[in-house]
């Protein structure tokens, strides 16, 4: 079906329509040029959806980053041809990108660009007017717009997406996207295989209303040039901590992806993982184990082209000399060790999350930073998980907001909720009360991102610090599921009849949830700090806030500019629970600078030291790294907006450091003082507790049957009640000595 020469319109004619439902090709009018190049596969409408499927291997799904998901234009050609008599909605698809192709191609998309009369929209026509001469193009299998591609790679520094106007847009992609090719062809006036890189640069910059390009990242380097691949990447493995059991499969797969980037393959990097983790991770993977995550990590790890593509609706923020001096600020301040209290410089991250606390802070009654901070980090981490990583790095947290009661908790919480409604992230908004751990996990196997917003969450930790309650159960299957976080696969129970297994793939749980200081703390005892939940948080606490706004209360609602920012996330990769046939998703893979990296290792010596002082440090220190990379990833995010190439810059990797520090100093000085009086408390009052049940008296050697104490800390106790009078000891009549309560 060809089209006539195309004039001042283009039209499309009845009797030229596209069948969508059966999906005819017409093959040969597609150039030579795109038929030599093996990057050919299917793709199959399922409810509107377009889903890769690979020619070679029935109908299992293909990957953008998976070459061997795809093949020669005559296998392709032969596959629909083979297929399509059995399965509807089966169409021909040709992958974009660089990879393994001397001959890159770039595609422009033009969606709904023609009036009911078939004349081409003027926004449209001033693309086709620079491209027509050097492309290849088709009516989209829709019947309502048209692809073009110009060979020669895309230019860096540039988005992808622009919305004109509802759902009329421009879509340019160099790499990581399928593009569906019918042979229902629109007519070029020259030769398509010309590169022509000016003629291109000029078209993606009309096309996208881009006239600023973003400047491409540096090349990271992360150990010196002069050194061979393998002793580069031992020197590297040289500086990295240990790993505790938590962190085993999601650090050792970040490693592997470091390994990469030292031009090894991948039975060199197995076989220096394997040797490395064998001294440095406890308990150590097998070597089985270890071969998967390696090959999992050659897949899908870092360093990786990105596998989306994304709309960039933020303006870019410039470096500037007060930048800089902002990096200077928080270098100094990030390696103070004296204070622990956060001021509100220390939170104004660019980018979005400050638009976030700035609405906050005009509506709320109270303003209350420490908390405003955490609701933005929780809408940032709910609108970027599963979106973008960073060398292994996912943008989770799990956090607690600690305010007096009556400050107004919920109006961050509130304003959240408002974001992810109107940018379209619904989905996302979890349970507000979690009841048990088998509803957390169903909650992420049916949405694996999940924000869950939990008011007075104190008492869930308390039930969690219960070895005889059931909730007890949901504390491990928290910490299994942070420590899964953007996992292939989570499998969170192991029942006898495998149906009834659950998978979870790539869980992305969030967590913030508000309470009182003094109830928080009450909830944990020393012994339970280090059983790793309460080191996995970031504790906010806002003890003294402005009452003086003198407001009444205002709907808490988000500026149409930050659900629009929002809403760039929603449409820049993958989001949602995927499917099997999907997996794994599209996302934006960035790097963290240089810079960043150093300070990312300075730290790791800190870490190392704190974690030595006392057991209350081993456990609010062990994770304090990985917080500090999901922190820096979403300041970058909250900075950039989803593009390409995005990268975390030393000042995001030191805003977080300074954070995360000051809130693991401050935890260690309520664990060293509240947490202690709390369990004194709890001690004293299991001693009272005995004797009241026991009319009063108790044998003094028989007291450990009814108090349940270790000898040392009934010794402590039963001295300290002595000495405040709230007990005594007396001969009672038998002449045995006995504990009595004093009333």
Same mark, same amino acid.
């Given at each position: ?30 150039? *030579? ?23 070679? !291997?029935?109908? $299992? ?12 234009? *005559? ?234 593509? !994304? ?90 907001? %600690? ?39 169903? !909650? ?157 290792? =300075? ?23 990985? $917080? ?7 300041? =970058? ?44 408390? =709890? ?40 000495? !405040? ?11 045995? %000595? ?6």
């Amino acid at each position: 079906m060809l089209y006539p020469p195309i004039g001042e319109t283009l039209r499309r004619t009845s009797s030229s329509t596209t069948d969508f439902q059966t999906m005819k090709v017409e093959y040969s009018p597609i150039p *030579d040029l795109l038929k030599i190049i093996p990057r050919w596969h299917l793709w199959k409408d399922v409810k509107g959806r377009k889903i890769p499927i690979q020619a070679t !291997s029935g109908m $299992k799904s293909a990957r953008s980053n998976d070459p061997s998901t795809w093949t020669t234009f *005559d296998i392709a050609v032969e596959a629909h041809k083979q297929l399509s008599r059995d399965h509807d909605n089966l169409g021909l698809a040709f992958e974009i990108g660089t990879e393994s192709c001397d001959h890159p191609v770039t595609g422009f998309d033009f969606d709904d660009c023609f009036t009911e009369s078939g004349e081409m929209q003027p926004w449209a026509r001033e693309v086709w007017d620079l491209i027509k001469r050097d492309c290849y193009a088709e009516i989209s299998p829709s019947g309502k717009g048209f692809k073009a591609l110009v060979a020669g790679e895309k230019p860096k520094g540039f988005r992808c997406r622009n919305i004109i106007e509802g759902t009329q847009a421009i879509e340019v992609y160099g790499k990581s996207r399928f593009w569906t090719v019918t042979g229902d062809v629109i007519p070029s006036e020259g030769i398509f295989g010309k590169d022509d890189p000016d003629m291109l640069r000029n078209a993606v910059k009309v096309a996208l209303r881009q006239t600023n390009e973003q400047p491409e990242p540096q090349q990271q380097t992360v150990m010196p040039s002069g050194q061979s691949g393998v002793e580069r990447a031992t020197l590297y493995l040289s500086k990295i901590g240990q790993i505790s059991e938590g962190g085993r499969n999601s650090g050792l797969f970040g490693l592997a992806g470091h390994l990469f980037s030292f031009g090894l393959d991948e039975s060199l990097v197995i076989a220096l993982l394997q040797q490395w983790q064998l001294a440095n991770v406890s308990p150590p993977l097998t070597l089985n184990e270890v071969t998967s995550l390696v090959r999992s990590s050659n897949k899908n790890g870092t360093p990786r082209e990105p596998k989306g593509e !994304s709309e960039f609706k933020y303006a870019p923020i410039e470096h500037t000399e007060e930048m800089e001096l902002d990096v200077r600020r928080l270098w100094e301040s990030a390696r103070s060790r004296k204070k622990y209290e956060l001021k509100d410089v220390d939170f104004d991250a660019p980018g979005l999350i400050s638009e976030i606390m700035s609405r906050n802070k005009e509506l709320a009654e109270s303003w209350l930073p420490e908390l405003a901070f955490a609701s933005a980090l929780a809408t940032m981490s709910a609108i970027t998980c599963g979106k973008v990583t960073a060398e292994g790095t996912h943008p989770n947290l799990f956090m607690v907001g %600690l305010a007096p009661s009556g400050a107004g908790k919920d109006f961050g919480r509130k304003l959240t909720r408002d974001t992810l409604y109107r940018a379209g992230f619904s989905d996302v908004l979890g349970a507000e009360v979690l009841s048990s751990g088998e509803g957390f996990v169903k !909650s992420l196997e049916t949405q694996n991102v999940q924000l869950f917003q939990l008011d007075e969450i104190a008492e869930m930790f308390g039930e969690m610090g219960d070895a005889n309650h059931y909730m007890a159960k949901t504390g491990k299957l928290l910490k299994q599921a942070y420590s899964s976080s953007g996992d292939p696969e989570w499998k969170p129970n192991c029942r006898a009849d495998a149906k009834n297994n659950i998978i979870v793939r790539e869980p992305f749980p969030i967590i913030y949830g508000t309470t009182t200081p003094d109830l928080f703390y009450s909830r944990f005892s020393p012994d339970s700090v280090n059983d790793g939940l309460l080191g996995r948080l970031l504790i906010f606490s806002q003890e003294h806030y402005d009452i003086s706004l003198g407001r009444i209360y205002k709907q808490m609602t988000a500026t149409e500019s930050i659900v629009e920012k929002a809403r760039a996330w929603s449409e820049a990769s993958s989001h949602g629970n995927l499917p099997p046939e999907s997996f794994p998703g599209n996302r934006l893979n960035w790097t963290f600078s240089n810079e960043s990296k150093n300070e990312l290792l =300075a730290l790791s010596d800190e870490i190392k030291l704190n974690s030595t002082r006392g057991k209350e440090n081993t456990g609010l220190w062990r994770r304090t790294a990985d $917080k500090i990379q999901k922190l820096a990833l979403l300041f =970058a995010c909250s900075r950039l907006g989803p593009v390409d190439d995005g990268v975390v810059e030393v000042a995001d990797t030191l805003r977080a450091i300074l954070v995360v520090k000051r809130l693991t100093y401050r935890s260690i000085h309520k664990v060293q003082t509240e947490l202690v009086k709390s369990q004194a408390d =709890a001690d004293r009052q299991k001693v009272l507790t005995a004797l009241k049940n026991r009319g009063g008296r108790i044998p003094k050697g028989r007291i450990s049957v009814y108090d349940k104490l270790s000898k040392k800390t009934r010794k402590d106790v039963i001295e300290d009640l002595l000495e !405040s009078d709230r007990i005594r000891l007396e001969q009672g009549k038998d002449g045995v %000595l006995q504990y009595v309560l004093n009333t």
